[in-house]
Antibody, heavy 122, light 112 residues
Framework: EVQLLESGGGLVQPGGSLRLSCAAS????????MSWVRQAPGKGLEWVSG????????YYADSVKGRFTISRDNSKNTLYLQMNSLRVEDTAMYYC???????????????WGQGTLVTVSS | QSVLTQPPSVSGAPGQRVTISCTGS?????????VHWYRQLPGTAPKLLIF???NRPSGVPDRFSGSKSGTSASLAITGLQAEDEADYYC????????????FGGGTRLTVL
């Protein structure tokens, strides 16, 4: 069974940093692109960042570019999201998701992890 | 404001058929890019419901169907059940944006 388990969320002050992790199992992690998608309280889904299977290509939403860094360790089957200079508006549930095999034009996400909550507040 | 427009809410009685629309433009759905649908039950993570406009992952009942025409896509749910009460999101690609993934704003389905 394919499983994704996020960790690392918590309460942080504005300007602070957090590192999220997503442990993957049940599939050949190194052959799939991965993404982070967030959901602010009571709001819809927002794609945040994606990374290719090898880690050689990374992609970011404009709202986090320059502040967040996505990475992966294929030897540990783990995806990361380093979040710096956090803002109140970054408060959200952060989900990691496995991308389908294909280009962005046809990509879908399945499955999703259970999410980890990031709260940015003073 | 989402690039893909969904109605904020729809409702239906048990056993009825409901549809949820996802309206885009010539740079996303209208350009031929695939539409995917997700269901998010209260307090849980989103789950893939339809991929590639009309395909159901294994385990998704055939009560759920997807279609696409022009600049819009639709999710239809027949034989509505109480457990279908959830939020539904469409997702696609937009060639005019710097981000490779766009979601609709979501639709809350209420089973009356």
């Amino acid at each position: 069974e394919v499983q994704l388990l996020e960790s690392g969320g918590g309460l942080v002050q504005p300007g602070g940093s957090l590192r999220l992790s997503c442990a993957a199992s049940g599939f050949t992690f190194s052959t799939y692109g991965m993404s982070w998608v967030r959901q602010a309280p009571g709001k819809g889904l927002e794609w945040v960042s994606g990374i290719s299977d090898s880690g050689g290509n990374t992609y970011y939403a404009d709202s986090v570019k320059g502040r967040f860094t996505i990475s992966r360790d294929n030897s540990k089957n783990t995806l990361y999201l380093q979040m710096n200079s956090l803002r109140v508006e970054d408060t959200a549930m952060y989900y990691c998701a496995k991308e389908s095999v294909g280009s962005w034009e046809i990509n879908w996400f399945d499955p999703w992890g259970q999410g980890t909550l990031v709260t940015v507040s003073s | 404001q989402s690039v893909l427009t969904q109605p904020p809410s729809v409702s239906g009685a048990p056993g009825q058929r409901v549809t949820i629309s996802c309206t885009g433009s010539s740079s996303n759905i209208g350009a031929g890019y695939d539409v995917h649908w997700y269901r998010q039950l209260p307090g849980t993570a989103p789950k893939l419901l339809i991929f590639g406009n009309k395909n159901r992952p294994s385990g998704v009942p055939d009560r759920f169907s997807g279609s696409k025409s022009g600049t819009s896509a639709s999710l239809a749910i027949t034989g509505l059940q109480a457990e279908d009460e959830a939020d539904y999101y469409c997702q696609s690609y937009d060639s005019s944006l710097s981000v490779p993934v766009v979601f609709g704003g979501g639709t809350r389905l209420t089973v009356l």
